[in-house]
């Protein structure tokens, strides 16, 4: 079938709120391009929103599925076990930054990993307040839509919410919350925490802080150097556990370091893991100190999927690639040319009033002028449009959805990063017409 086939056929069985997305259907994939059912290929500057670190259809993972899928798909982890479960805790643990001892917890999502890093947190404190951020997203779970920032879409029409969720500003220095320029801020959006927020959820009843390295739906939001460390210090002076999601930003997505939060030299007391872990299968995990993890009863944690075999041994196969193919190093490479190509185009194009990010986890806000700093969302809209008609899948992001953000698979080639960032280039030039 072809595309307006298969958009009619999608509007018609398909809820409305599911059938979002670009009308064209994908065939197959490879890399960093997918082909539609047209034979038209586009090349992948989303990533499966940041699944697909190690590619498309990477001939490791698809062979590691085959494998595993013959031998057997599911008995559930907690009835009858199996050794790649085991396999990938062990990885995880040793990936995991700083000195503690490690444990770990598989399940399905992302949404999942962080509503069961806030049961651990509460379990291990026995307390009950969760502190997350503005402009967060931590998924469309009731909990995690309450924790998650952005109203609409996510939240709108969804209420009552879950309760003790509390949320305060973020470090968005392009548009700092207390009217502050950094450096001279001296990181006033971390001292909030202590300075005003405990006024509002005390550290006698919070259990964690819940917070991206860098935001994804949020808009890629980066804090500068400083802010976790002293984030995490005033969390661990008010025995409040820090927890970092890791969902969009971690498993390389930042480059050179596995976990982003690495970049902070901050030693978490749980990661929640996801997206490009599996590499589009689905897996995600909690990755906590052993004590913590540890302290909750035999059965408090499961579900039946959680630690799927195949699912496992595709997340196998993913840090496989990493280590064989030296993902981190090539993704550090590519946030280099992404910086430098988008700092060329911030200085021919007004409407670009910040480009921020880590590695080639990088974003662009556009505004209407670069004083006022008013978001343009009109222009983001049309930027990932005209994208898309000339072969380039790409998305926006933000609380104002006037980010554009760049989630390619860090195995891109030079040819297809080229043609991403030309047709890019091409589209900040037609905004001008």
């Not at 931590?138 to 920032?149: C, E, I, V």
């Not at 909030?192 to 550290?203: H, S």
Request: charged share 25%; hydrophobic share 40%.
């Amino acid at each position: 079938m072809d595309n307006k086939t298969l958009v009619e056929k999608r509007s018609a069985v398909l809820a409305k709120s599911f059938t979002g997305g670009k009308p064209a259907f994908i065939a197959h994939a490879k890399g960093a391009t997918v082909t539609d059912v047209e034979g038209r290929e586009y090349v992948d500057f989303a990533g499966g929103i940041g699944v697909m670190n190690v590619g498309h259809s990477h001939p490791k993972v698809v062979a590691a599925i085959k494998d595993q899928a013959e031998k057997f798909t599911h008995t559930c982890f907690m009835v009858l076990p199996y050794e790649p479960a085991v396999r990938l805790g062990e990885r995880l643990c040793a990936l995991a930054p700083g000195p503690s001892p490690k444990k770990v917890f598989m399940v399905n999502c992302g949404a999942e990993a962080v509503e069961n890093a806030v049961k651990v947190a509460r379990y291990y404190t026995k307390k009950t307040g969760i502190i997350v951020f503005e402009h967060a997203f931590h998924g469309r779970t009731l909990l995690t839509m309450t924790m998650t920032g952005k109203v609409k879409p996510y939240k709108l029409g969804f209420g009552p919410f879950a309760p003790e969720v509390y949320r305060m500003p973020y470090a968005y220095c392009y548009r700092c919350p207390f009217g502050c320029e950094y450096p001279k801020c001296g990181i006033a959006c971390a001292d909030y925490l202590k300075d005003e927020m405990f006024g509002e959820c005390a550290p006698e009843t919070t259990a964690a802080v819940i917070a991206e390295p860098v935001q994804g739906e949020g808009g890629f939001i980066t804090p500068p150097p400083e802010y976790f460390p002293k984030l995490a210090q005033i969390c661990k002076d008010n025995s409040i556990l820090f927890v970092s999601d890791e969902i969009q930003a971690g498993v390389g997505r930042t480059g050179g370091k596995f976990f982003a939060i690495e970049h902070w030299g901050v030693e978490p007391d749980m990661i929640t893991v996801a997206k490009s872990l599996a590499a589009g299968m689905p897996l995600a995990a909690l990755v906590g100190k052993a004590e913590i993890m540890d302290s909750i009863h035999p059965g408090g944690l499961g579900g039946t999927y959680g630690a799927n075999p195949v699912a496992c041994a595709a997340a196998n196969a993913v840090l496989d690639i990493f280590e064989e193919e030296k993902l981190l190093k090539k993704g550090e490479d590519l946030g280099k040319k992404l910086w430098k190509a988008f700092g060329a185009m911030q200085k021919k194009y007004e409407v670009i009033g910040d480009i921020r990010g880590k590695g080639p986890m990088v974003a662009m806000e556009l505004v209407k002028d670069r004083v006022t700093k008013k978001p343009d969302a009109d222009a983001a809209k049309d930027i990932v449009a005209f994208a898309f008609e000339k072969g380039l899948v790409l998305l926006s992001c933000g609380p104002y959805s006037n980010v554009i953000r760049c989630l390619m698979p860090l195995v891109i080639t030079d040819r297809e990063l080229d043609r991403g960032i030309s047709i890019i280039d091409e589209a900040f030039a037609s905004l001008k017409k």
